[in-house]
């Protein structure tokens, strides 16, 4: 099954637009498939070795959406005793306001404009990026890559789907039975061809100069790639 991915037909939710019931909507079910279907399991498997009690770390979100993942660390990190400020980036101004209205309990996260793929200076402990990759070409997809590599000074984690043919048809289920919504399921649909494969995403990574990392096959269609200290 070839990757598909046509650079002039960006997914609904990646146009520029207003915030919109539709939008909300969408990103509500975003957050809901994330809970339900794998995304936040898999980011907790990493928080719990990467985020211990006592411990401050300064971390950075590329892509981050309504701003779920960001809310989630904070959640972890109160309940454990540790210190965490996360910035968190998104180029779609009405997607920033979404994820401002829902973060308002959370002063430890601050939303910022940006384009993932040349946002910013300085480190971070940890820079995550979630289910974003398929949303680029090849070449961009290496370029975020080696940025996310550049803004970290111990930990990085790259989470996104991971394209097959079982993936294909419970998406399309999802989106036939549960997750209706006109752009949900039009943007589900295409993330499903656009996602890169097992091998793909290995590779882009080692396009990117990635050297000793991780990678790994997750539950419900999901993989990560993930650099971190030796003896972790």
Excluded at 11 to 31: F, G, K, W
Excluded at 83 to 97: E, F, H
Excluded at 169 to 181: E, K, P, Q, S, W
Excluded at 202 to 214: C, K, P, S, V
Aim: proline share 4%; net charge neutral.
């Amino acid at each position: 099954m070839k990757r598909q991915f046509d650079p002039a037909e960006p997914e609904l939710m990646d146009r520029p637009q207003p915030v919109t019931p539709e939008l909300v909507s969408d990103l509500r079910n975003i957050r809901q498939l994330n809970r339900y279907f794998g995304s936040y399991a898999l980011i907790e498997d990493f928080l719990r070795r990467w985020i211990l009690p006592g411990t401050k770390r300064r971390i950075l979100d590329l892509a981050t959406g309504s701003g779920d993942i960001p809310r989630l660390i904070v959640d972890y990190a109160r309940d454990v005793g540790a210190t965490v400020t996360v910035d968190a980036v998104d180029q779609q101004i009405a997607t920033l306001q979404i994820a401002r209205d829902l973060s308002a309990g959370y002063p430890e996260v601050n939303f910022l404009e940006g384009d993932v793929l040349s946002f910013g200076e300085g480190d971070y402990d940890l820079v995550l990026c979630s289910l974003a990759l398929h949303h680029f070409d090849e070449t961009d997809a290496v370029r975020l890559l080696v940025r996310c590599r550049e803004r970290s000074s111990q930990f990085v984690l790259v989470s996104d789907l991971r394209r097959g043919f079982l993936a294909t048809v419970g998406v399309y289920l999802l989106t036939a039975l549960i997750f209706r919504d006109p752009m949900t399921r039009t943007d589900a649909r295409l993330s499903a061809a656009r996602a890169f494969s097992f091998r793909e995403f290995r590779l882009l990574a080692e396009r990117a100069g990635w050297t000793n990392f991780g990678h790994r096959k997750f539950r419900y269609a999901r993989q990560a790639i993930w650099v971190e200290p030796e003896g972790i």
